[in-house]
């Protein structure tokens, strides 16, 4: 029996894609290794986001190397598109994929095949259709669009990934019944712009949320992986107050807490507009949990549009920030502009935002306290299990059977060490 390891760098889209190779191997039957023994086969599904994530990406693919110089190596994704020169020129990798051909992979292991993709920039790619009906996870990411049109200033991805594209509506059903079927009772909605699912085919992602709460039975809970502001819409904000399936979060990028600066990024809100939308969500859901992104040094970040961004995250009240220091990906607009922060600038701001997402998380997570939350349980470890409530808080509970993939209702009695303890309040399905 062959057997192949796989890498997997970057988002919750390249998690879904991974997920779907895995279980189309193991049905063709390949059995899965870690990605640090030996293998006849590696994958690296690279990620080009960041100058980290690409030099991750490198490392990858030398560790294929080292590990079996006779292993078939496979590099796909991201990095693939974005740096092809550099990828080309390598003899010990056998298959190339980037932003096309991916639903082709698994044949092409199959076949035992070299393949590389004649790399180049489009603009005009279908959705490409990868199966998936079961993970090894509690929580299935089902993808359901595909590149991105916006162009922000900073971003490689819409070189990476191409243009927004979205998987059909009857697919994305089956598959999530699949899903379910195989004990997957939540599924995260996931793609690279999920707010213009359906964009010029006549549906919406409200259409989508909908056919799923009313054809998929057994789903328990339906959570968006991340949503521009500008498409929070009325809709949506209706669905949400009419079904009690859909997660109470929103991770929402905001990207920068001052005019001036989402300017030069290319983002379409101003901070007034992005906070009279987060106040209407809030006045609807008022306990909802809203998390975001925040890039910090972008391209000439002085320390007073910087101290403007941190009010504004104290003033947003977010349940926590996801902090990342600006990073120079070629090819983009920002990568041109002139004066760029010092890294150790960019570090103590990174620092300083980290601190306080720690100190806006415990806030939110404090009103939890006696509050009763139902909680799908995903991973066992000495004596303690550990799952998320529908506002996306971890809470564990001591607790000797491991009743992975299941639902509790779970008080929340304390908070200590950054995280949320309960007890098992009813040892029942949801
Ligand atoms: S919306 Fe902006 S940040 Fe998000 S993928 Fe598109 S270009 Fe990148």
Not at 138 to 145: D, G, N, S, V, Y
Not at 337 to 362: C, G, N
Not at 402 to 430: D, M
Request: a negative charge; hydrophobic letters at 35%; glycine letters at 4%.
């Amino acid at each position: 029996m062959k057997t192949f390891a796989i890498a997997t760098l970057g988002c919750k889209v390249n998690t879904f894609e991974s997920e779907s190779y895995i279980a189309s191997l193991k049905q063709k039957g390949y059995q899965e290794v870690d990605f640090k023994e030996v293998a006849d086969i590696y994958i690296i599904n690279t990620c080009s986001v960041t100058n980290t994530a690409a030099s991750k990406s490198r490392q990858k693919i030398h560790q294929a190397q080292r590990m079996n110089p006779d292993a078939m190596i496979c590099v796909v994704g991201c990095y693939v598109q974005t740096d092809a020169d550099s990828l080309e020129s390598m003899p010990a990798i056998d298959v190339l994929i980037g932003a096309k051909n991916k639903s082709k992979l698994v044949d092409i292991i199959d076949s035992s095949n070299q393949f590389k993709e004649q790399i180049e920039e489009s603009r005009d790619l279908d959705f490409e259709f990868l199966p998936l009906s079961s993970t090894d996870k509690t929580r299935a990411f089902l993808k359901i669009q595909d590149g991105c049109d916006q162009f922000c200033s900073y971003c490689i991805i819409p070189f990476a990934r191409g243009n927004e594209r979205s998987a059909s509506l009857d697919s994305l059903v089956t598959m999530a019944q699949d899903l379910v079927a195989s004990n997957h009772h939540e599924i995260v909605l996931s793609g690279i712009h999920i707010g213009r699912y359906g964009k010029g085919e006549g549906m919406d992602l409200v259409d989508l949320m909908k056919r799923l709460i009313e054809q998929v039975s057994g789903l328990k809970r339906l959570r968006l992986s991340s949503i521009e502001i500008t498409e929070i819409t009325d809709d949506l904000l209706d669905l949400m107050a009419s079904s009690d399936i859909i997660a109470r979060h929103l991770h929402i990028p905001i990207q920068s807490g001052c005019n001036t600066v989402l300017q030069r990024m290319n983002r379409p809100y101003t901070v007034e507009q992005y906070t009279q939308r987060v106040q209407e969500i809030r006045r609807r859901f008022p306990k909802i949990s809203i998390s975001t992104d925040v890039i910090v040094g972008f391209a000439g970040e002085s320390d007073e549009e910087f101290e403007e961004t941190v009010r504004t995250m104290r003033r947003l009240q977010f349940s926590f920030l996801h902090v990342f220091p600006y990073s120079l990906r070629k090819d983009t607009v920002a990568a041109s502009m002139d004066h760029h922060v010092d890294p150790s600038i960019k570090k103590q701001r990174v620092a300083q935002l980290s601190e306080l997402s720690k100190t806006l998380k415990s806030m939110y997570e404090m009103q939890f306290v006696n509050q009763e939350v139902w909680v799908l349980f995903d991973s066992y470890q000495s004596g303690k299990v550990t799952g998320f409530s529908s506002e996306y808080i971890a809470v564990s509970v001591l607790m000797d059977k491991r009743p992975l993939s299941q639902w509790y209702k779970v008080r929340i009695t304390y908070r200590a060490n950054h995280r949320c303890f309960g007890e098992l309040v009813q040892e029942e399905e949801k």
